[in-house]
């Protein structure tokens, strides 16, 4: 038997009884692979079923609020994903006539679609005979063909490309795909594989070589960075305060509270002196209620270390600047917040009035 016929045994063997697999809807299967793209499928699960819920064809997404979109999506993280998901899916009703592409070549044309998402799709709805490549198939080739070259750069990458499209079992390859995809995740993991056990073992030069640990090569990434924030919780009575996330920034189009973002790591007194002149408000006329010990978030290529000082306000005394929304605390958490902020809520109990 070829490779690729005993990967497809073992899938119809072990793999996990996953909803994207019930449907060859194509609608269903790009939403799934969105939404998986930086997610554990355990967490994605739920994500799924909620839009599938709400909006459950291409139509119903294409004429949804971006906002309702957001909020949705709340707490999956790279938030770029939702708003791609939303511009797709009214390429798909205005470009497309409302019905999904099937060519390959089309679906790259969809926002927020590579050449991973557009190949899943293309060979799992459509049967198209496009090999899908992810982090998982990579590394399975890599040690099946004991590739020397780092995987994530271009010449690595190239082979890999070359080995899926060769080994891509053209008869069925959505199965074909999804069993590589699986056989990653589940068999050839990243640690310690349990290679005894592998049923391509015989045919895996890591194995005869004694490279399964080394492989696959990997370039290292740039340094991650961190970010400095403090954000004010400012209560005037019932309200407070938050504004808008706009600019080429991480969490774009989200709200948060009003946020002073430092250099370096900032002291208590940087904090209080830069709180006073933001607010312009001091001594008599702001209570500092507390300050958080840092709160850290990590990002792709970022980490952002919070603090969250709360401050209360006698009167209507704060100028606030034009950007700034007053609105109760209690509907805080109705618009789209960062993970790190409706995290920070919920564990410090911070409750409506
Ligand atoms: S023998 Fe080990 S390294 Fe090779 S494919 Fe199987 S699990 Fe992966």
Known sequence: MKISEIILEWYKKNKRLLPWRETRDPYKIWLSEIILQQTRVNQGMEYYHRFVARFPDVHQLAVAEEQEVIKLWQGLGYYSRARNLLAAARQVENEFGGKFPSRYSDLLKLKGVGPYTAAAVASIAYKAPVAVVDGNVSRVLARLYAVQDAVNIPAGGKQIEALAVELLHRGNPGDHNQAMMEFGALQCVPV??????????????????????????????????????????????????????????IWREMYEFPLIEHDSAPDETEILHAASLLTGLEGSRLTISRLSDPVRHQLTHRRIIARFLHLETRGNLLQAPG???????????????????????????????
Not at 325 to 333: A, H, L, M, Q, T
Request: proline share 7%; glycine share 4%.
């Open 192 to 249: 310690a594989p349990d290679c005894l056990a592998c049923p391509v073992q015989q045919f895996c030069k890591a194995f005869s070589n004694d490279l399964v640990a080394a492989l696959p090569v990997k370039q290292k990434k740039a340094k991650i960075r961190n970010r400095y924030f403090t954000y004010l919780i400012i209560r005037e009575g019932v309200h407070t305060y938050i504004s808008r996330r706009t600019g080429n920034d």
């Open 323 to 353: 950007h700034w929304k007053r609105v109760r605390f209690s509907e805080v958490g109705d618009h789209p917040l960062p993970r790190l902020i409706d995290r920070y809520l919920e564990l410090n109990g911070e409750s409506p009035d």
